[in-house]
C-alpha cells in the first residue's frame, strides 16, 4: 500500500526550502552586484582612456570639469561638462551610468553638449582646487603628476559631473551613497588610465600621499 506524506514530513520539508533559500539569496544577489561592480569597472576605465585621447589631441590638457561654452559667464544649463568633451573618443553613452544605479534622479546624460544640468554615473575628481598646492588633475597637463598611476582622475557619482573637497586640507572621506556603491567602496580610474575598486576612506589620508592631487609629499 503507498503511504502519502505526513503534515509533519511536509513541514519539516517547507522548513529545509526556506532554510537553504535564506542561505543563498544572498549569495545570488552578491554574485550579481559583483557582475555590475566588473561592468562598472569596464565603464570607468573606458572613460579614463577616453580623457588621455582626448589629452593626446589638446597638447597632453586634461578636460575640465565643464567649459562655458555659452558665454553666460556662470555655471549654468548652457554649458559643457568632461562628458561631452570625451563623447568623440567613447562614442557610447551608455558607459557613463553604472549599472547598479540604472535610474539616477534627474534628467539622463543624453550625450547633448549643454550637459551641466544632466547627471550620470560618474564624476571627475575636483579635490583642492582651492589656490595653492596641491593640484587637482582636471584641466592639468599629463607631465604635472608626479605619479600618474596614484592620481584618481574619475569616481562613481550620485549624478553630478563633478565631486571633491575644494579646501586644500587633507582627511576628505565621501560619505555619498556613491562612495560605497560596490560593497562598502567604489570604482575609479586614474590618471594613467588604469581603474580599480577602492574604500573611501583611503583617497586623502591626513598624512602623506593624497591620491587626489598632481603632487605627491
Known amino acids: 500500500m503507498r503511504r502519502g506524506f505526513t503534515l ?43 580623457c588621455i585621447m582626448y589629452a593626446e589631441d589638446y597638447d597632453e590638457q586634461l578636460p575640465y570639469e565643464d567649459l562655458d561654452i555659452n558665454g553666460s559667464g ?21 558607459i557613463f551610468f553604472c549599472p547598479s544605479d540604472r535610474a539616477p534622479s534627474g534628467t539622463r546624460y543624453d550625450g547633448s553638449t549643454g550637459d551641466y544640468d544632466q547627471v550620470a554615473g560618474y564624476a571627475i575628481n575636483v579635490s583642492h582646487w582651492d589656490p595653492g598646492a596641491p593640484t587637482p588633475p582636471f584641466g592639468a597637463s599629463l607631465g604635472q603628476a608626479e605619479d600618474s598611476a596614484s592620481v584618481v582622475l574619475l569616481w562613481e557619482s550620485t549624478g553630478t559631473y563633478e565631486i571633491g573637497q575644494q579646501s586644500n586640507t587633507h582627511g576628505y572621506i565621501r560619505t555619498d551613497a556613491a562612495a ?36 605627491k609629499e
Open 8 to 50: 509533519i514530513e511536509l513541514l519539516v520539508v517547507i522548513a529545509i526550502i526556506a532554510i537553504l533559500a535564506s542561505i543563498l539569496f544572498p549569495v545570488f544577489a552578491r554574485a550579481r552586484e559583483k557582475a555590475r561592480q566588473t561592468s562598472c569597472l569596464s565603464n570607468i576605465k573606458q572613460l579614463a582612456l577616453g
Open 74 to 94: 556662470a555655471e549654468d544649463a548652457g554649458d559643457m561638462t568632461w562628458r561631452s568633451m570625451i563623447l568623440p573618443y567613447v562614442r557610447n553613452v551608455q
Open 180 to 215: 560605497k556603491r560596490h560593497n562598502d567602496g567604489q570604482n575609479c580610474a586614474f590618471v594613467d588610465g588604469h581603474a580599480k575598486w577602492m574604500k573611501p576612506t583611503v583617497f586623502c589620508p591626513t598624512s602623506g600621499d593624497c591620491l587626489l592631487s598632481l603632487e
